[in-house]
């Protein structure tokens, strides 16, 4: 028996694959077993390929692998989408009754088990349980309690009214006791252990959102745009409660504004979107660095250039948003590794702002929004939390930052290159700024010396960081291996868990996950140390792998993946296996 089980269910757009996928996703996180999920969903409404993935153990899973154990197919396409994970013990859950399912093949050694679900689910009480039949199918295959899904049941449906409740109770009863008259003569290699761990299910763009509202966003404007458009919709109706405020701007431009006045208004403020939306976001994301405004944008990537494929996952804007904007604009780039870090980086790029009066950017992607994974509750602990406004000034201590006529200085030249800050309504503290160059008092100028002095000081502020924050990598793997593999963004979970395949061939490496993209870690001494260097991420160029060859003039091995699918973890130890063989 496999140590961790990875069931499926697939169709088209419009058949429920999603909510279907997040109830079996909840109630295994509810029976007290790690979850790992995926997608892969097509961008429209109906029609096209949509598939929903469980990937779960009773110990902590960080990464998807080319397994399926149980696979709820929906349509023929389906079936020929997964062919290359399933296997001899592998379990097909399909609707025989169907019209396009009718004439199914179950390949190989396979097991099909052909589940009137559509007739079962009007037994219930109507045909849109149907999905909820297969998972009670499901729950029978692998000796899952059906009480467990019935408390995901609960939650799902439970503001709806008890009966809808107990009619998808009765939907599941009707597939599992269907699978125990009709095929009970087949013997299942699963059985799903139950603990007593208590569990949070939580997906990239809920965490950033959690880490918001815990950092003390006051103000989000964005306009939807996939993926992250789930950010926005985590903080309306929570935010609210915090004294926040949630504003659906007309586009990506309208967003960013809003949320510089916001910020200008001394309200932490935050905005998300993907790659479209930074391009539009540019002009006003360079008013934001030179008027020194602290202000969170989060790019949740996807594929591009252009349109691109809105529902596939890569990591193609590293070289936009360390690069993006004319001019010399300094900020800073942090790109959460995991789920987890979703929240801690939100959260840590609210305290560079202000800390730094600098524009910061927050990069996620498509694989990291729409996972959803378990965590035990105490690892968002809000007592862990700290926020720094960075250097603001009161009525009290204003003066030392005034000219001779009482005038503050909100650009005041300064060692460390940051400057005070006052919030509007300080009394002394009245001020004004412009996208155009200008002087300490946010006056523009066109004097030379003036000029800069300005840009040396929004520079300097990016070297006081350096030598006050921690911008180290996390390691992982055995640190004093000859083979150094260096990643960022969401590889690291399945990057780690490669390792495992990688030491059953005798292979051991060093692994390097870069969550600060800039500033970053100077690792020139780790790329001497190593005989290979290896840099994983999703795109077709190495943009990272261009990043750090130019930190530390030596040449790195690649290993890329941009069809806009996340690696996993058995496939990325084949690559870098062959990539070291080569």
């Given at each position: 028996?496999?140590a ?9 757009a419009?058949d429920g694959i999603?909510?279907?996928g997040?109830?079996f996703?909840q109630?295994?996180s509810?029976a ?13 409404i109906?029609g ?10 009773v110990d902590r899973?960080?990464s998807?692998?080319?397994?399926l154990d149980?696979?709820i ?11 290359d994970?399933l ?12 019209t396009?399912?009718?004439?199914v ?8 088990l052909?589940?009137p679900?559509?007739r079962?689910?009007?037994d219930a009480?109507g045909?849109?349980m149907a999905?909820v ?6 729950c029978e ?10 408390s ?5 449906f439970?503001?709806?009214?008890q009966?809808l ?6 939907a ?7 699978v125990?008259e ?5 013997e299942?290699?699963?059985?799903l ?8 299910l939580?997906?990239?763009?809920e ?8 950092a003390?966003?006051?103000?989000y404007a964005?306009y939807?745009?996939?993926p ?6 985590y903080?309306?109706?929570r ?17 960013i504004n809003l949320a ?11 905005t ?16 934001v660095a030179?008027?020194e405004?602290p202000?969170v944008i989060c790019?949740?990537?996807r ?5 691109g494929?809105p529902?596939k ?10 690069y993006?904007?004319?001019g010399e ?7 959460p590794?995991?789920?987890a870090?979703?929240?801690w980086?939100t959260?840590e ?8 009066q ?6 996620s992607?498509?694989a ?6 378990t ?5 968002f602990d ?10 603001v ?6 003066a030392?930052?005034q000219t001779?006529?009482?005038q ?5 030249l300064?060692?460390d ?5 006052a919030?509007p309504?300080t009394?002394?503290g ?7 160059e200008h002087?300490e ?11 800069i002095?300005?840009v ?6 990016v070297e ?5 924050e ?5 390691e ?17 979970g ?6 495992d395949?990688?030491?059953?061939d005798?292979?051991?490496?060093r ?11 100077d690792?020139?001494?780790?790329f001497?140390a190593?005989d290979d260097?290896i840099?994983?991420e999703?795109n077709?160029?190495?943009q ?5 060859e130019?930190d ?8 890329n993946?941009?069809?806009g699918v996340?690696?996993?973890?058995d496939?990325?130890?084949?690559d870098?296996k ?5």
């Amino acid at each position: 028996m496999p140590a961790d089980f990875n069931w499926a269910i697939g169709g088209e757009a419009g058949d429920g694959i999603d909510s279907t996928g997040k109830i079996f996703a909840q109630a295994l996180s509810r029976a007290g077993r790690h979850v790992f999920t995926s997608k892969d969903f097509a961008s429209r409404i109906r029609g096209g390929y949509t598939a929903y993935k469980v990937r779960t153990a009773v110990d902590r899973v960080d990464s998807v692998v080319d397994r399926l154990d149980v696979l709820i197919a929906l349509t023929p396409r389906t079936i020929e989408e997964n062919l290359d994970e399933l296997h001899d013990d592998s379990v097909i859950i399909y609707d025989g009754e169907r019209t396009t399912m009718q004439d199914v093949e179950i390949p190989g050694e396979i097991t099909g088990l052909n589940v009137p679900l559509k007739r079962l689910a009007e037994d219930a009480g109507g045909a849109i349980m149907a999905n909820v039949v297969a998972l009670g199918a499901a729950c029978e295959v692998s000796d899952f309690p059906v009480e467990n899904l019935d408390s995901a049941l609960k939650k799902r449906f439970g503001d709806k009214g008890q009966a809808l409740v107990d009619n998808n109770k009765e939907a599941a009863r009707n597939g599992i006791e269907y699978v125990q008259e009709e095929y009970a003569d087949e013997e299942f290699p699963y059985e799903l252990e139950t603990t007593d761990a208590d569990y949070v299910l939580l997906n990239g763009d809920e965490a950033i959102g959690m880490g918001a509202i815990a950092a003390g966003c006051k103000f989000y404007a964005g306009y939807p745009i996939t993926p992250a458009t789930d950010v926005m919709t985590y903080l309306k109706g929570r935010i609210e409660e915090f004294g926040g405020h949630v504003v659906q701007a007309e586009d990506e431009l309208a967003a960013i504004n809003l949320a510089l006045g916001g910020a200008r208004a001394g309200a932490r403020a935050m905005t998300a979107t993907s790659g479209p939306g930074i391009d539009l976001m540019t002009e006003t994301f360079g008013l934001v660095a030179t008027s020194e405004t602290p202000l969170v944008i989060c790019d949740v990537m996807r594929s591009g250039p252009s349109t691109g494929m809105p529902t596939k996952q890569e990591q193609g804007d590293l070289n936009m948003l360390l690069y993006g904007g004319h001019g010399e604009i300094p900020r800073f780039v942090l790109a959460p590794t995991t789920v987890a870090e979703c929240f801690w980086k939100t959260v840590e790029a609210f305290n560079l702002a202000e800390k730094y009066q600098t524009p910061v950017f927050l990069a996620s992607d498509l694989a990291m929004a729409v996972t959803e994974q378990t965590f035990e509750p105490d690892a968002f602990d809000m007592d862990d939390v700290e926020i720094d406004r960075g250097n603001v000034v009161d009525a009290e201590g204003v003066a030392e930052h005034q000219t001779d006529k009482g005038q503050f200085k909100p650009h005041e030249l300064t060692d460390d290159g940051v400057s005070p800050r006052a919030f509007p309504g300080t009394t002394g503290g009245a001020h004004m700024s412009t996208g155009l160059e200008h002087d300490e008092l946010g006056r523009r100028t066109e004097d030379t010396d003036m000029r800069i002095e300005q840009v040396d000081k929004r520079n300097r502020k990016v070297e006081t960081a350096k030598e006050r924050e921690d911008f180290s990598p996390r390691e992982f793997g055995n640190p004093d291996s000859d083979t150094l593999v260096v990643t960022w963004g969401s590889n690291e979970g399945t990057l780690v868990e490669a390792l495992d395949f990688l030491e059953e061939d005798g292979i051991d490496v060093r692994v390097l996950s870069c969550p600060y993209i800039f500033p970053r870690p100077d690792l020139t001494e780790e790329f001497e140390a190593a005989d290979d260097v290896i840099v994983v991420e999703c795109n077709a160029n190495g943009q990272f792998a261009d990043v750090l060859e130019h930190d530390t003039l030596q040449r790195v091995k690649r290993v890329n993946k941009y069809n806009g699918v996340q690696f996993k973890a058995d496939e990325l130890a084949a690559d870098i296996k062959e990539t070291l063989e080569a």
